[in-house]
């Protein structure tokens, strides 16, 4: 099993917040119920999971995942998915233009080093109860 542990969020992500609040730009119609990240967030959580599931943890451990965008990239990902491609619609097509230029022209602002996306990865091995080794 694999799933995201600490997440400082994507490169960016507070720009399109301040510009799109800015706009006036209707909330996130995600469910944040949905989600449910933070019964998930940690080795010791999913440890917990696995083990209400019946499963025996073999090992589980956290490793830092690394993605360098470059502006381009970032801009790309984040009007096609994310906060930015739900809440950017609730905008008109100029008004979305104007938040899409604030956006663009505070992110080419950025360092290489703010680029840098860097969210934690939970891994955990397990077994079911029935599970036996094949010869």
């Known amino acids: 099993m694999v799933t ?4 400082p969020g994507p490169p ?3 720009i399109w917040r301040e ?7 209707a909330p996130d119609p995600r469910d944040p119920s949905v989600m449910q990240h933070d019964l998930m967030d940690s080795g010791g959580k999913v440890e917990k999971l696995l083990h209400e599931a019946g499963f025996t943890v073999v090992e589980s451990f956290a490793r830092q995942a690394e993605h360098r965008f470059t502006a381009d990239g970032l801009l790309n990902v984040q009007v096609s998915c994310g906060l930015a491609s739900r809440r950017l619609p609730s905008l008109s097509g100029e008004a979305q233009a104007r938040v899409r230029a604030g956006v663009e022209r505070r992110i080419r ?6 680029l840098v996306y860097r969210p934690e990865a939970i891994f955990a091995v397990a077994k079911s109860p029935g599970w ?4």
């Open 4 to 7: 995201w542990g600490e997440d």
């Open 12 to 14: 960016g992500a507070a």
């Open 19 to 25: 510009e799109l609040d800015g706009a006036g730009a």
């Open 109 to 114: 602002r950025l360092s290489n080093a703010e």
């Open 132 to 135: 036996r080794p094949s010869n």
